[in-house]
């Protein structure tokens, strides 16, 4: 089994996918966690393992683990709780694994890894010229190229942020839930937030889309994922595939990837000294 770990600065995902013959199968169980800064490599590795053991998956059915993570004060203790429970290294998605991906941009270390996987799952099954915005803490928005390059994007505040900046600043403002408003015009305080803030944020997002694809082309494809997608991709003029996996999906091809070209060069070295 393959383990897959997305880790964001809210949620983390976790998902299993099946290895049969060397071959990396479909998408099996997921789960979303709290993403905790303080938690120890212990307890992710009790977590995880109860986790697996209700899927009746015991620890020595993993066989290899890749990990996406943007909170890099904890993937020390990511690397410590696969070695002690899983007896694995992870591949992390940093430089020098192999990811298939072209990335043009002016510092490629800088590039999030959830944002190479979203790229590298999109390009492959979207095609490309290719934007997706995933929906999480913060908004992302990744621009893939006519010709398959990761060239760039941009970050917007995320939608929950956006909120609690506005209810931190805003003393008489109540808290409210953030839900699609059933009208547009509000006639009282909560129905002004909700529609301020759910209408606001589909203008942010579609108003950078459109020159965005206003520089690649109109048969550039906009695919939505992470955990508001669904909440703010059917009201967007642009956005026309909601993908819950792309990343995950990322995450196995790049897998299967740079474990490919680790083969490869393994059996080059061996070859050379024969």
Not at 151 to 156: E, H, M
Not at 235 to 251: E, F, M
Request: hydrophobic content about 40%.
């Amino acid at each position: 089994m393959l383990l897959a770990l997305n880790v964001n600065n809210t949620n983390t995902v976790i998902a299993l996918y099946p290895i049969k013959d060397g071959h990396v199968g479909d998408l099996g169980s997921t789960w979303r966690i709290s993403t905790r800064h303080q938690q120890t490599a212990d307890e992710y590795g009790i977590l995880v393992r109860d986790l697996l053991l209700g899927e009746g998956i015991k620890s020595t059915d993993i066989t290899g683990i890749v990990i996406a993570s943007v909170v890099p004060p904890i993937d020390w203790i990511l690397r410590q709780f696969c070695e002690r429970y899983f007896n694995q290294k992870p591949v992390f998605i940093e430089p020098g694994v192999k990811t298939g991906l072209a990335i043009r941009i002016d510092n490629p270390a800088e590039a999030g890894a959830d944002r190479i996987a979203n790229c590298v799952g999109a390009l492959e099954k979207y095609g490309s010229p290719c934007i997706v915005i995933d929906f999480g803490t913060a908004t992302n928005f990744d621009v893939i190229s006519a010709k398959g390059e990761f060239i760039g994007g941009a970050i917007a505040p995320g939608l929950n942020i956006s909120a609690d900046a506005l209810f931190a600043r805003a003393a008489r403002l109540p808290r409210v839930e953030i839900k699609r408003p059933a009208k547009i015009i509000g006639s009282n305080t909560v129905d002004n937030l909700q529609i301020g803030l759910y209408y606001g944020h589909i203008g942010l997002v579609d108003s950078i889309l459109e020159r965005m694809i206003g520089e690649l082309g109109s048969n550039t494809v906009c695919v939505a994922t992470g955990g508001l997608a669904h909440l703010i991709a059917g009201d967007s003029k642009y956005i026309k595939h909601i993908d819950d996996t792309l990343t995950l999906d990322g995450l196995r091809i790049i897998y299967e990837r740079h474990r490919a070209a680790r083969s490869r060069t393994h059996q080059d070295d061996s070859a050379a000294k024969a």
